[in-house]
């Protein structure tokens, strides 16, 4: 099984920046996708930002503009680039990926925008 851990959360001032990373267990390459989703208190879990391995990204409109997904294959690692941050931004961000045919999540990282 594919082990899928972030790191780089913690508690940031509105308009700071915070570098998420999502390190794997394993090569990377053979995902699909890669991205991020978050889940604030009360809400239902979102997507952030997806990456394919062909390049392709997506991210969600609140976030469009502010965040920039990267991945880096020899490291095994997925990063999400947060600028701009607001304090709606608050939630738990869980590193995803797909790999046909099964899909993994991580932990979660914790990331709190207050001043």
């Known amino acids: 099984q594919v082990h899928l851990v972030e790191s780089g959360g913690g508690l940031v001032q509105p308009g700071g920046s915070l570098r998420l990373s999502c390190a794997a267990s394993?090569?990377?390459?053979?995902?699909?996708?890669m991205g991020w989703h978050r889940q604030a208190p009360g809400k239902q879990r979102e997507l952030v930002a997806i990456m394919s391995t062909g390049g392709t990204t997506n991210y969600a409109d609140s976030v469009k503009g502010r965040f920039t997904i990267s991945r880096d294959n020899a490291k095994n690692t997925v990063y999400l680039q947060m600028n701009a941050l607001k304090p709606e931004d608050t939630a738990v961000y869980y590193c995803?990926?797909?790999?046909?045919?099964?899909?993994?999540w991580g932990q979660g990282t914790q990331v709190t925008v207050s001043s």
């Open positions: 995803y990926g797909y790999r046909p045919v099964s899909a993994y």
């Open positions: 394993e090569s990377i390459f053979p995902f699909n996708v």
